[in-house]
Protein backbone atom coordinates (compact mmCIF):
# COMPACT_ATOMS: atom_id res chain seq x y z
CA UNK A 1 0.00 0.00 0.00
CA UNK A 2 1.44 3.70 -0.47
CA UNK A 3 2.99 5.26 1.84
CA UNK A 4 2.01 9.05 3.70
CA UNK A 5 -2.00 7.75 2.34
CA UNK A 6 -5.16 6.70 4.43
CA UNK A 7 -5.13 3.76 1.98
CA UNK A 8 -2.29 2.48 4.44
CA UNK A 9 -5.19 2.30 7.26
CA UNK A 10 -8.01 1.07 4.67
CA UNK A 11 -9.56 5.04 4.89
CA UNK A 12 -9.95 7.08 2.58
CA UNK A 13 -9.34 9.86 4.24
CA UNK A 14 -9.21 11.31 7.56
CA UNK A 15 -12.03 10.24 9.70
CA UNK A 16 -11.67 13.09 12.59
CA UNK A 17 -11.49 16.57 10.56
CA UNK A 18 -15.54 17.03 10.47
CA UNK A 19 -16.17 16.59 14.18
CA UNK A 20 -19.62 18.06 14.65
CA UNK A 21 -22.71 16.65 13.37
CA UNK A 22 -24.80 18.85 11.65
CA UNK A 23 -27.41 17.13 10.43
CA UNK A 24 -30.29 15.28 12.08
CA UNK A 25 -29.15 11.74 10.50
CA UNK A 26 -25.29 11.87 11.17
CA UNK A 27 -26.00 12.85 14.83
CA UNK A 28 -27.91 9.40 14.93
CA UNK A 29 -25.38 7.70 12.94
CA UNK A 30 -22.29 8.20 15.26
CA UNK A 31 -24.02 8.45 18.57
CA UNK A 32 -22.46 6.62 21.35
CA UNK A 33 -25.33 5.68 23.90
CA UNK A 34 -24.47 6.01 27.50
CA UNK A 35 -27.16 5.49 30.49
CA UNK A 36 -27.92 8.95 30.33
CA UNK A 37 -29.60 8.60 27.08
CA UNK A 38 -32.21 5.65 27.97
CA UNK A 39 -32.95 8.02 30.95
CA UNK A 40 -33.48 10.80 28.49
CA UNK A 41 -35.46 8.16 25.80
CA UNK A 42 -38.43 7.27 29.05
CA UNK A 43 -38.79 11.09 29.97
CA UNK A 44 -39.50 11.74 26.11
CA UNK A 45 -41.93 9.16 25.68
CA UNK A 46 -44.08 10.32 28.55
CA UNK A 47 -44.19 13.28 27.17
CA UNK A 48 -44.99 11.91 23.37
CA UNK A 49 -48.06 9.98 24.98
CA UNK A 50 -49.38 13.10 26.75
CA UNK A 51 -48.66 11.07 30.15
CA UNK A 52 -46.13 13.92 31.66
CA UNK A 53 -44.17 17.27 30.98
CA UNK A 54 -41.18 17.71 31.95
CA UNK A 55 -38.22 20.45 32.67
CA UNK A 56 -34.60 18.95 31.74
CA UNK A 57 -31.23 20.52 32.07
CA UNK A 58 -28.55 18.68 30.04
CA UNK A 59 -25.35 19.73 31.67
CA UNK A 60 -21.60 19.72 30.68
CA UNK A 61 -18.42 21.40 29.48
CA UNK A 62 -17.48 22.27 25.74
CA UNK A 63 -17.85 19.12 23.80
CA UNK A 64 -19.16 16.42 26.44
CA UNK A 65 -22.25 16.11 24.02
CA UNK A 66 -24.72 18.68 25.25
CA UNK A 67 -26.06 19.65 21.80
CA UNK A 68 -25.90 16.12 20.19
CA UNK A 69 -28.44 15.15 23.18
CA UNK A 70 -30.89 17.78 22.18
CA UNK A 71 -30.49 17.22 18.85
CA UNK A 72 -31.54 13.12 19.06
CA UNK A 73 -34.74 14.52 21.17
CA UNK A 74 -35.38 16.41 18.33
CA UNK A 75 -35.05 13.72 15.68
CA UNK A 76 -36.91 11.42 17.82
CA UNK A 77 -39.21 14.16 17.84
CA UNK A 78 -39.56 14.00 14.42
CA UNK A 79 -40.07 10.57 13.63
CA UNK A 80 -43.30 11.32 16.39
CA UNK A 81 -43.83 13.73 14.64
CA UNK A 82 -44.14 15.93 17.74
CA UNK A 83 -44.01 19.77 17.13
CA UNK A 84 -40.46 20.80 17.79
CA UNK A 85 -38.74 24.07 18.03
CA UNK A 86 -35.33 23.89 17.99
CA UNK A 87 -33.20 27.29 18.97
CA UNK A 88 -29.32 28.32 19.33
CA UNK A 89 -28.25 30.61 22.05
CA UNK A 90 -25.26 32.25 20.97
CA UNK A 91 -23.31 34.24 21.77
CA UNK A 92 -24.39 36.80 18.88
CA UNK A 93 -27.98 36.56 19.31
CA UNK A 94 -29.24 39.98 19.42
CA UNK A 95 -32.62 39.37 21.05
CA UNK A 96 -33.24 35.76 21.92
CA UNK A 97 -37.22 36.18 22.88
CA UNK A 98 -37.27 37.65 19.35
CA UNK A 99 -35.55 35.08 17.60
CA UNK A 100 -37.16 32.14 19.71
CA UNK A 101 -40.45 33.83 18.76
CA UNK A 102 -39.09 33.67 14.79
CA UNK A 103 -38.14 29.94 15.16
CA UNK A 104 -42.13 28.92 17.08
CA UNK A 105 -43.65 30.74 14.13
CA UNK A 106 -41.08 29.21 11.27
CA UNK A 107 -41.79 25.69 13.19
CA UNK A 108 -45.62 26.25 13.12
CA UNK A 109 -45.63 26.91 9.36
CA UNK A 110 -43.51 23.84 8.25
CA UNK A 111 -45.77 22.32 10.60
CA UNK A 112 -49.19 23.19 8.82
CA UNK A 113 -51.29 24.83 11.29
CA UNK A 114 -50.83 28.26 9.39
CA UNK A 115 -53.32 28.48 6.52
CA UNK A 116 -52.84 31.03 3.19
CA UNK A 117 -56.12 33.27 4.70
CA UNK A 118 -56.08 32.00 8.77
CA UNK A 119 -53.61 30.57 11.38
CA UNK A 120 -55.18 29.44 14.26
CA UNK A 121 -55.83 31.55 17.45
CA UNK A 122 -52.89 30.46 19.82
CA UNK A 123 -50.21 31.54 17.32
CA UNK A 124 -51.28 35.81 17.70
CA UNK A 125 -48.75 35.74 20.96
CA UNK A 126 -46.14 34.78 19.18
CA UNK A 127 -46.67 37.19 16.25
CA UNK A 128 -46.84 40.07 18.47
CA UNK A 129 -43.72 39.21 20.62
CA UNK A 130 -42.05 39.38 17.07
CA UNK A 131 -43.15 42.99 17.09
CA UNK A 132 -42.04 44.28 19.85
CA UNK A 133 -40.12 47.50 20.15
CA UNK A 134 -36.90 46.80 22.65
CA UNK A 135 -35.92 44.17 25.20
CA UNK A 136 -38.17 45.55 28.38
CA UNK A 137 -40.81 42.67 27.73
CA UNK A 138 -43.17 41.67 30.14
CA UNK A 139 -41.55 37.90 30.95
CA UNK A 140 -44.72 36.51 32.40
CA UNK A 141 -47.14 37.47 29.04
CA UNK A 142 -44.39 36.59 26.98
CA UNK A 143 -44.30 33.12 28.87
CA UNK A 144 -47.80 32.64 28.91
CA UNK A 145 -47.82 33.11 25.06
CA UNK A 146 -45.05 30.54 24.13
CA UNK A 147 -46.75 28.13 27.35
CA UNK A 148 -49.88 28.60 25.39
CA UNK A 149 -48.47 27.44 21.69
CA UNK A 150 -46.72 24.52 23.32
CA UNK A 151 -50.16 23.38 24.96
CA UNK A 152 -52.00 23.48 22.06
CA UNK A 153 -49.38 21.85 19.68
CA UNK A 154 -48.72 19.10 22.56
CA UNK A 155 -47.06 16.64 22.08
CA UNK A 156 -44.46 19.60 21.64
CA UNK A 157 -40.85 19.66 22.11
CA UNK A 158 -38.70 23.53 23.24
CA UNK A 159 -35.22 22.63 22.82
CA UNK A 160 -32.88 25.62 23.42
CA UNK A 161 -28.92 24.96 23.04
CA UNK A 162 -26.24 26.60 24.78
CA UNK A 163 -28.75 28.56 27.61
CA UNK A 164 -25.32 29.72 28.84
CA UNK A 165 -24.99 32.35 25.96
CA UNK A 166 -27.87 34.11 27.98
CA UNK A 167 -24.85 35.89 29.91
CA UNK A 168 -24.01 37.43 26.78
CA UNK A 169 -27.63 39.17 26.80
CA UNK A 170 -29.53 42.06 28.04
CA UNK A 171 -32.11 39.30 28.69
CA UNK A 172 -30.30 37.13 31.19
CA UNK A 173 -32.84 37.87 33.70
CA UNK A 174 -35.91 38.31 31.77
CA UNK A 175 -35.61 35.27 29.95
CA UNK A 176 -35.19 33.25 32.15
CA UNK A 177 -38.30 34.83 34.39
CA UNK A 178 -40.00 34.05 30.50
CA UNK A 179 -38.63 30.14 30.82
CA UNK A 180 -40.09 30.33 34.93
CA UNK A 181 -43.62 31.04 33.53
CA UNK A 182 -43.54 28.90 30.77
CA UNK A 183 -42.58 26.15 33.44
CA UNK A 184 -45.79 27.29 35.33
CA UNK A 185 -48.33 26.59 32.47
CA UNK A 186 -47.28 23.69 30.49
CA UNK A 187 -49.64 20.56 30.69
CA UNK A 188 -48.55 17.16 30.05
CA UNK A 189 -47.50 16.17 26.59
CA UNK A 190 -44.86 19.11 27.06
CA UNK A 191 -41.05 18.61 27.21
CA UNK A 192 -38.29 21.72 27.93
CA UNK A 193 -34.82 20.73 27.42
CA UNK A 194 -32.20 23.11 27.52
CA UNK A 195 -28.20 22.00 27.98
CA UNK A 196 -25.65 24.98 29.72
CA UNK A 197 -22.48 24.34 31.32
CA UNK A 198 -22.23 23.81 34.84
CA UNK A 199 -21.50 27.23 35.97
CA UNK A 200 -24.38 28.43 34.11
CA UNK A 201 -26.57 26.00 36.65
CA UNK A 202 -25.00 27.01 39.52
CA UNK A 203 -25.43 31.02 38.59
CA UNK A 204 -29.27 30.23 37.65
CA UNK A 205 -29.68 28.10 41.33
CA UNK A 206 -28.47 31.22 42.79
CA UNK A 207 -29.61 34.02 40.96
CA UNK A 208 -33.35 32.66 39.66
CA UNK A 209 -33.85 29.93 41.71
CA UNK A 210 -38.10 29.94 41.40
CA UNK A 211 -36.79 28.47 37.66
CA UNK A 212 -34.05 26.43 38.59
CA UNK A 213 -36.63 24.77 41.40
CA UNK A 214 -38.96 24.29 38.21
CA UNK A 215 -36.09 21.59 36.71
CA UNK A 216 -37.54 18.10 36.74
CA UNK A 217 -34.28 16.70 35.78
CA UNK A 218 -31.18 17.27 35.84
CA UNK A 219 -28.15 15.25 33.71
CA UNK A 220 -24.49 15.85 33.55
CA UNK A 221 -23.05 14.06 30.96
CA UNK A 222 -20.27 12.14 31.96
CA UNK A 223 -16.96 10.97 30.36
CA UNK A 224 -16.38 8.02 28.44
CA UNK A 225 -15.10 4.69 29.42
CA UNK A 226 -12.51 3.23 26.98
CA UNK A 227 -15.26 0.95 25.84
CA UNK A 228 -17.49 3.95 24.48
CA UNK A 229 -14.63 5.91 23.49
CA UNK A 230 -13.83 2.53 21.13
CA UNK A 231 -17.50 2.71 19.81
CA UNK A 232 -17.14 6.51 19.00
CA UNK A 233 -13.98 5.64 17.02
CA UNK A 234 -15.46 3.14 15.59
CA UNK A 235 -18.49 4.86 14.33
CA UNK A 236 -16.55 8.13 13.22
CA UNK A 237 -14.42 5.56 11.03
CA UNK A 238 -16.52 3.33 9.36
CA UNK A 239 -17.60 5.82 6.09
CA UNK A 240 -14.31 6.10 5.50
CA UNK A 241 -13.40 2.59 5.50
CA UNK A 242 -12.44 0.50 2.13
CA UNK A 243 -11.60 -3.09 4.04
CA UNK A 244 -14.50 -4.04 5.88
CA UNK A 245 -12.74 -6.89 8.07
CA UNK A 246 -9.86 -4.83 9.52
CA UNK A 247 -10.44 -4.04 13.52
CA UNK A 248 -13.15 -1.12 14.05
CA UNK A 249 -10.68 1.16 15.18
CA UNK A 250 -7.69 0.13 13.32
CA UNK A 251 -4.84 1.58 13.14
CA UNK A 252 -5.20 2.08 17.04
CA UNK A 253 -5.01 -0.40 19.68
CA UNK A 254 -6.77 -0.41 22.61
CA UNK A 255 -4.12 1.06 24.66
CA UNK A 256 -3.65 4.05 22.50
CA UNK A 257 -7.32 4.63 22.58
CA UNK A 258 -7.24 4.36 26.38
CA UNK A 259 -4.25 6.93 26.48
CA UNK A 260 -6.37 9.39 24.25
CA UNK A 261 -9.24 9.00 26.24
CA UNK A 262 -7.51 9.57 29.79
CA UNK A 263 -5.55 12.69 27.95
CA UNK A 264 -9.21 13.60 26.72
CA UNK A 265 -10.47 13.70 30.19
CA UNK A 266 -13.12 11.47 28.46
CA UNK A 267 -15.04 14.18 26.68
CA UNK A 268 -15.99 13.06 23.52
CA UNK A 269 -14.87 16.03 21.21
CA UNK A 270 -11.88 16.40 22.90
CA UNK A 271 -11.31 12.69 21.92
CA UNK A 272 -11.64 13.22 18.14
CA UNK A 273 -9.58 16.15 18.11
CA UNK A 274 -6.62 14.04 19.54
CA UNK A 275 -7.25 11.15 17.47
CA UNK A 276 -7.36 13.82 14.83
CA UNK A 277 -3.67 14.80 15.26
CA UNK A 278 -2.71 10.72 16.47
CA UNK A 279 -3.71 9.41 12.55
CA UNK A 280 -2.42 12.61 11.09
CA UNK A 281 1.15 11.45 12.49
CA UNK A 282 0.74 8.05 11.77
CA UNK A 283 0.22 8.82 8.05
CA UNK A 284 3.09 11.43 7.92
CA UNK A 285 5.55 8.88 9.33
CA UNK A 286 4.00 6.10 7.31
CA UNK A 287 3.00 4.03 10.51
CA UNK A 288 1.31 0.91 10.05
CA UNK A 289 -0.13 0.93 13.89
CA UNK A 290 -0.95 3.79 15.77
CA UNK A 291 0.43 2.67 19.89
CA UNK A 292 0.19 4.00 22.93
CA UNK A 293 3.32 5.09 22.43
CA UNK A 294 2.64 7.32 19.24
CA UNK A 295 -0.21 8.84 21.07
CA UNK A 296 2.31 9.96 23.93
CA UNK A 297 4.49 11.39 20.99
CA UNK A 298 2.14 13.34 19.74
CA UNK A 299 0.41 14.82 22.29
CA UNK A 300 3.82 15.89 23.70
CA UNK A 301 4.65 17.72 20.80
CA UNK A 302 0.86 19.33 20.41
CA UNK A 303 1.32 20.58 24.22
CA UNK A 304 -1.54 18.42 24.67
CA UNK A 305 -1.05 16.78 28.40
CA UNK A 306 -0.19 12.79 28.03
CA UNK A 307 -1.86 10.84 30.13
CA UNK A 308 -1.53 11.09 34.17
CA UNK A 309 -0.15 14.48 33.65
CA UNK A 310 -2.74 16.89 33.99
CA UNK A 311 -6.15 17.80 31.71
CA UNK A 312 -5.76 19.41 28.27
CA UNK A 313 -6.82 22.83 27.70
CA UNK A 314 -9.41 23.83 25.51
CA UNK A 315 -8.81 25.37 22.25
CA UNK A 316 -12.32 27.28 22.49
CA UNK A 317 -12.38 30.83 23.09
CA UNK A 318 -13.17 32.36 26.16
CA UNK A 319 -16.36 33.41 26.77
CA UNK A 320 -18.27 35.49 29.42
CA UNK A 321 -19.27 32.61 31.51
CA UNK A 322 -17.12 29.99 32.51
CA UNK A 323 -17.27 26.16 31.72
CA UNK A 324 -14.57 25.56 34.43
CA UNK A 325 -15.75 26.09 37.71
CA UNK A 326 -16.97 22.23 37.78
CA UNK A 327 -14.49 19.72 36.93
CA UNK A 328 -15.12 17.71 33.77
CA UNK A 329 -16.09 14.44 34.65
CA UNK A 330 -13.73 11.91 34.86
CA UNK A 331 -13.79 8.93 32.76
CA UNK A 332 -16.22 5.85 33.98
CA UNK A 333 -14.27 2.82 34.64
CA UNK A 334 -14.36 0.49 31.41
CA UNK A 335 -17.24 -1.79 31.45
CA UNK A 336 -19.99 -3.30 29.71
CA UNK A 337 -19.73 -2.26 26.33
CA UNK A 338 -22.22 0.32 25.29
CA UNK A 339 -24.92 0.10 22.78
CA UNK A 340 -25.74 1.95 19.58
CA UNK A 341 -28.48 4.38 20.00
CA UNK A 342 -31.93 3.20 18.31
CA UNK A 343 -32.10 4.98 14.63
Not at 92 to 110: F, H, M, P, S
Not at 171 to 189: C, N
Not at 286 to 300: F, H, N, S, W
Request: charged share 25%; glycine share 6%.
Amino acid sequence: MPGGSYERYGLTGNPFRELASENLSDVELFHVNLEVDDALRNIEEEVFEKENRAIVAIVGPHGSGKTERLMLAAAQAHERKAFTVYFDVTSKTAWVLRGLAQEIQKTAEASGFVKTFSSPAWLRGIVALQKLKDENYDPIAAGKAIGLVLNETAPSLLLLNDLHNLMESNEVHAFAKTLQEITDVIRPGVLIMFDCYPSYLAWLTVNQAPFASRINRTFVLPGLTTDEANLLLAKKMLPKRLVEDLDPTYPFDRDAVAALNEAAGGNPRRLLEMADLAIEYGVAHRLYRVEKDTVRTVLAASSVSPPGQGSPTSSEPETAFSEDPIPTPAPKAAGKGPTAAPR
